[in-house]
Nanobody, 125 residues
């Protein structure tokens, strides 16, 4: 079992920045691909960004490419999402996700083995 706890959400003005963190329990964090998904009010949850277990590969949704950066620190069992140039349409609950795999990433919700509880990000215009 892996427990994921997100933090760092909040209210920010458009154009501002936030950094989300996701702390994972367990000693096998380095064997998990990690990802961030988000769900806006009235919409389905969608993929945002993902990083491979080693951190060597990253992928982003087109809507956040160039603005968001995913990274991880395996020594701290933590994955981060740096969000710059935030827009009102980035307002959502952001979820951390883990997939037990040494290879590849996690971009599909059906691939996710563990979810965090979510953290709210609100961007005001």
């Amino acid at each position: 079992q892996v427990y994921l706890v997100e933090s760092g959400g909040g209210l920010v003005q458009a154009g501002g920045s936030l950094r989300l963190s996701c702390a994972a329990s367990g000693r096998t964090f380095s064997s998990y691909a990690m990802g961030w998904f988000r769900q806006a009010p009235g919409k389905e949850r969608e993929f945002v960004a993902t990083i491979s277990s080693s951190g060597g590969s990253t992928y982003y949704a087109d809507s956040v490419k160039g603005r968001f950066t995913i990274s991880r620190d395996n020594a701290k069992n933590t994955v981060y999402l740096r969000m710059n140039s935030l827009k009102p349409e980035d307002t959502a609950v952001y979820y951390c996700a883990a997939k037990n795999t040494y290879f590849g990433v996690v971009r599909l919700q059906r691939e996710v083995d563990y979810w965090g509880q979510g953290t709210q990000v609100t961007v005001s215009s």
